[in-house]
């Protein structure tokens, strides 16, 4: 049988093996970095999501802010812009006004801290909702509550309801 024919093998010579070696070596590597950076591609996923993500406390408090501060202005329309498009069905901008009428609710308002949030996807197509329970901090005077039932809309969270359960 000659050296070329189907059914001989093939000797490598020492130089083939030592590239043959070599690019085993640089394939196990690549693969190893790629699964390691896989890996921490889904823990930056993760994280986001658990962390900074849109289901989380810290990211309902900005439009509960706002509200609080539509309130401290007066600012009904401002106010009832951060209600949901179907909330608008039942809250009208009178019921923001005559919430916002109670100055007791708004004035002195510092800044929230969220005690509870829970969050679900409702039998209602693609939406997230948030059941939110918050201390509301004043200037000189004890803290008081709201609770609040958001929406997650195009992105954005957007009221529900809010009501103020105990006087502050």
Known sequence: MSEHSPGSRRVLSRRQQARLAVQQEVFVRLLAGGV????????????????????????????LDAYMQAGVEGDTR??????????????????????????????????LEIISAQFGSPARRGQTDASVVA????????????????????????????????PP
């Open 36 to 63: 390691g950076f896989f890996v921490l591609f889904l823990v930056a996923v993760y994280l986001f999501l658990t962390v900074a993500g849109p289901r989380t406390a810290r990211a309902v408090v900005p439009v």
């Open 135 to 166: 201390r509301v901090l004043y200037d000189g005077r004890p803290a008081g509550r709201l609770a609040a039932h958001l929406t997650l809309e195009a992105g954005r969270w957007r009221l529900l309801s809010i009501e103020f359960p105990s």
């Open 78 to 111: 401002a106010g009832h812009r951060l209600f949901a498009r179907q909330a608008l069905r039942t809250v009208r901008v009178e019921d923001v006004a005559a919430q916002f009428a109670d100055r007791e609710l708004f004035a002195g308002y510092r800044g």
